[in-house]
Structures are given as structure tokens and as C-alpha cells.
């Protein structure tokens, strides 16, 4: 007979093995264009990902870690919120695509949507855990504002991060400097017309992205 543990640790084994390869995939190309070319252009997707891993990382605890007292659960739901919308940023690294010598752009195209992809997706996994603690904690309704509230935040991030260069520990080393610029930004909304157009279409972006893969989960597994 399977025991509780064994059971809850099992879709977190397959997703490990299954991001693996994806990564390893992810890397592979990476190296391969570092070798051929000479040059280490995209080496930063490696940090990008590392901090896209964070947050899935903090969940995969949570979930593992049953029975957590709510303080703490919910001390590590707002380090997850800080670290979170590094995954969903990783996407904005298409900017960086343009013709470089070494490689055709067709293959800097993959290699940047392998790693988007790879972030993006470690990203609404660790959010779908966080998404299940919540409502077994504090029901359905709160753990979907929480949803809301989480991808909000994390398109807020991305337009704080790609647009004013802010990071996730910016917060602790430079909180004053960070806090202006948030401030200054819902304080005089209509004078920031980009930062609320970048935050609302992520936002609209990435729920209909969640939306549709937790939706396409679930189908799959009650079939």
C-alpha cells in the first residue's frame, strides 16, 4: 500500500525529471552556441532561470513540508511573492533578440523561448502549489484572489524590472529607492501610462496562460 508521503511526493518526482530534461535541453543549446561561436551572448538566461527556480523551489517545500504553522507558511508565501515574478520576467529576454554574428536568429530564437519556456512554466507550477495550499488553509475563494493577486503582482514585476532595472532583493538593499518609485506609480497612475498598460496585459496575459494549462491539468488527470 502507497503510504501519504510516497503519494504527494510522486508529482514532484515527475516534475523534477520532466524540467531536467527540458533544461538539459535548455543548456544544451546554450552550449552549443557558445562553442560554435566563440561568444557567451545569452549567458544571463542561466541567472534569469536560476531565479526563475527559486520560487518553485520555496513551493515545492511548502508542499512537501505538511503541517507548516500558518506564520510560517505565510512568511514564505511573501518571500515566494518577492522571488515569484522572476519566473513570468524570463519571457522579456526576447527583447535581447536581434542578428548576432556566431549563430543565425532563427537558433537565438529557440534558445531564448526554451529558456521563457522553462521559466514560465516553473513559475505556474510553483504557483499552482501555492494555489492548493491556500485553499486548503483558507478555502477556495482565498486561494483564487491569491491567484489574482500573484499575477498582478509578478506583471508589476516584470514592468519594475525590464523598464526601471529593479530587482527581487532590491527590496532589501534599497527598499526607500524602490518604494518611491512604486509609490510614485499608483500615486499619479495616469502619469505612468506604460507601467499600468505593461502590468494589466501581462497580467490578462498570464492568467489566460495559467488559466488554460491548470485547466488542460485537471482535464487529463479526471479523464
Known sequence: MKTLASISQKPLVNNLILFSLSIGFSFSLLIARAYFSGTT???FLVWNLFLAFIPFALSSFIRL???LPTLLFLSLAFIW???FPNAPYILTDLF???PRPGAPLWFD???I????WNGLLLGFVSLSDIQKEFKERFGKLSSSLFVIFALFLASFGIYLGRFLRWNSWDLLTQPLALM???WLRFANPFDH???WGVTFIFSLFLGLCYLMLTQLRYANTSS
Open 180 to 182: 518611491s518609485d512604486i
Open 193 to 195: 501610462p506604460g507601467a
Open 65 to 67: 513540508r505538511k503541517g
Open 41 to 43: 551572448h545569452f549567458s
Open 81 to 83: 511573492l518577492l522571488f
Open 109 to 111: 530564437l529557440v534558445v
Open 96 to 98: 535581447h533578440l536581434r
Open 113 to 116: 523561448l526554451s529558456f521563457a
